[in-house]
């Protein structure tokens, strides 16, 4: 009998781990089929042949003036001016959706004139709000724009170190064209732009690492390893408290759709890794700590608006009892909106649902009003119905339990 018992457990854990395996597959495949449908990419690799559309979605379209002299990078107009792209200048540069090229336009002066934001898959609202930007550049000699020192926008920070990156390696690119004499140039458009920047990349491989990031890479690393060996009450609150402040109001560190379509479609290199080693972690866990019976361990360990859902029902005693029915149906409805979004997400409709999940909320000089609203009242809300949003809505964590 007693081996017969051990024969079943053993036979019920295979069965879990080949059930959770086969949703890990599932998940993979479900956001390899959606970076590929959205961007033509896979984890960096372009699967689509003719490069950039003209067209990114933001509206920007690129400059369709008479030109007399052009490589990939550099573009000689008639009355002397220069248009400088950074897209493989920058190639190693990535933003929070991807790689965030420009077009900085110089008159035949050397000063700056105007910067265009090349296609991008950033979120509308941050890159809107990290190209505020430009200001700092526009009308600075090339010289004079190399030299001032660019602050990230709070609230947009992964965007704003692409922009400011690719603006380092499209002035040093002016610049050494500048300094050639006529002979010179005309061998510098032969040459391969991306060859033509060796030596830039320096900053954009030091950028990732900032002490933000290394505190959000030390509160991840505690919320990944800590609960698996200690079951104090107090250090969780501590770990709710660490996620709420430091992943979340400082450094905006979460796991969103968004997150998850900038690893699959781009990839991590060494110029990002600084920038997305504390991301990396969250989706480790949340992707692979099923496999050794840890479900839901970035939920109630990581997510830091999990958390504070979770910190704001200490405040009372008093819960809202749900009956079973309202339960299911909201479930149900939870299950559905999952459904919808998926569909909306693999046929390219409507992606922009992934820029207001109420994650960004933390995000909150760039997020939008209503999703600061919405995240203020399931803040509310979770007072007295234990982790709504959580059990309820989150499309990011229905992905996990697919």
Excluded at 26 to 49: E, K, M, T
Aim: with cysteine; proline share 3%; glycine share 8%.
């Amino acid at each position: 009998i007693i081996q017969f018992d051990i024969y079943k457990m053993n036979n019920r854990t295979n069965k879990n781990f080949l059930t959770t395996l086969l949703s890990l597959v599932v998940v993979v495949l479900i956001l390899s089929a959606a970076a590929i449908v959205r961007d033509g990419r896979i984890f960096g690799f372009n699967l689509r042949d003719g490069g950039a559309t003209e067209h990114d979605r933001h509206g920007v379209q690129a400059s369709s003036a008479a030109l007399t002299a052009k490589n990939d990078t550099l573009t000689v107009m008639p009355d002397g001016a220069i248009v400088v792209n950074t897209r493989l200048l920058a190639k190693d540069v990535q933003g929070y959706g991807g790689q965030v090229p420009l077009r900085i336009h110089i008159d035949k002066g050397g000063v700056v004139d105007s910067i265009e934001a090349e296609p991008n898959a950033e979120s509308p609202d941050f890159f809107n709000h990290a190209s505020s930007l430009f200001g700092k550049w526009q009308g600075k000699t090339v010289d004079e724009a190399m030299a001032e020192e660019v602050d990230a926008v709070t609230g947009a920070t992964f965007s704003s170190r692409a922009i400011i990156a690719n603006m380092k390696r499209g002035l040093a690119y002016a610049k050494r064209y500048a300094e050639l004499d006529k002979e010179s140039k005309a061998d510098y458009f032969a040459s391969d732009a991306a060859g033509s920047a060796d030596g830039l990349g320096a900053y954009a491989s030091a950028m990732g690492w900032t002490l933000g990031g290394f505190v959000a890479l030390l509160v991840a690393m505690l919320g990944a390893i800590v609960p698996l060996f200690v079951n104090n009450r107090r250090w969780h609150y501590v770990q709710l408290a660490l996620n709420v402040v430091v992943l979340g109001l400082w450094t905006g560190t979460f796991l969103s759709y968004t997150l998850l379509m900038r690893l699959f479609s781009g990839g991590i290199n060494i110029a990002t890794f600084g920038t997305l080693a504390a991301p990396f972690v969250m989706v480790w866990v949340a992707m692979l700590y099923p496999l050794i019976g840890r479900p839901g361990h970035y939920c109630a360990n990581m997510c830091p608006f999990g958390s504070a859902q979770e910190l704001a029902g200490k405040l009372t005693r008093r819960k809202l009892r749900l009956s079973p029915r309202l339960n299911r149906a909201l479930n149900m409805f939870r299950n559905v909106l999952w459904g919808v979004l998926m569909v909306l997400m693999l046929t390219s409709t409507w992606t922009a649902w992934m820029d207001y999940e109420l994650f960004t909320a933390f995000l909150f000089t760039s997020a939008s009003t209503w999703v600061i609203v919405l995240a203020v009242l399931f803040l509310v809300l979770s007072v007295w119905v234990p982790r709504p949003y959580c059990r309820f809505v989150c499309p990011t964590g229905s992905l996990f339990r697919s």
